[in-house]
């Protein structure tokens, strides 16, 4: 481990640092830190910054109740770059966006496969959406308005069909019955306020184990 005094902050006595989500590895945002501010971040295992613009520490979630649990704290080869992964208690950005970096400048030609891989996270913001829009004819409202009876009674359903599925040993079936279970899940879970983090993190601890 570095001693801080070590750390090569700028002229103005700051350090820039990039925060990611430790259970996924998405870069969230990035602040400036000085000696203070990473002092207190230390001590009390949440993120404080400098505000440049206010010129005063913060501490992020003070307002918002968006806090970063942190767990590492990392520096690059030259010291003057902070990697500090966290826990997220929300989003990151203030406009409620999970990342500041939601924009893009350029994307990559084969922008399906990235968007299959974060295939969960878009269905379960289309989900939340569907509950908090008026949408017309929309299944998944449907759901929401029935109530958590019928959430659930869904689930159970779908749970047998996996398992019929599997038992005919038919691979496209347990495919289609599997994504079914997957869809009414994570209506379970925006029905109960329950983020795909919060899963992530629990697998992720089982896995360490």
Known sequence: ????????????????????????????????????????????????????????????GETSGNFQEVKTIKYDCDKDTLLIEVIPK????????????????????????????????????????????????????YLFDKGIDKILKKVGEEASEVIIGAKNDNEEEIIYEISDLIYHLMVLLVEKNISLDAIRNELYKRYKK
Not at 107 to 112: L, R, V, Y
Request: hydrophobic share 30%; charged share 35%; glycine share 6%.
């Open 1 to 60: 481990m570095v001693d801080i005094k070590e750390l090569k902050f700028n002229q103005q006595g700051l350090i820039p640092a990039v925060i990611q989500d430790y259970s996924n590895g998405k870069v969230l945002m990035v602040g400036y830190m000085n000696e203070k501010s990473l002092k207190l971040t230390i001590e009390t295992r949440k993120t404080w910054f400098y505000s440049r613009s206010r010129q005063k520490l913060w501490n992020k």
């Open 90 to 141: 929300g989003p990151a950005c203030h406009t409620g966006e999970e990342s500041c970096f939601y924009r893009s400048l350029l994307e990559d030609e084969s922008s399906d496969d990235v968007n299959r891989k974060e295939i969960l996270d878009l269905l379960y913001d289309r989900i939340r959406g569907r509950k908090e829009e008026n949408v017309q004819e929309s299944y998944t409202k």
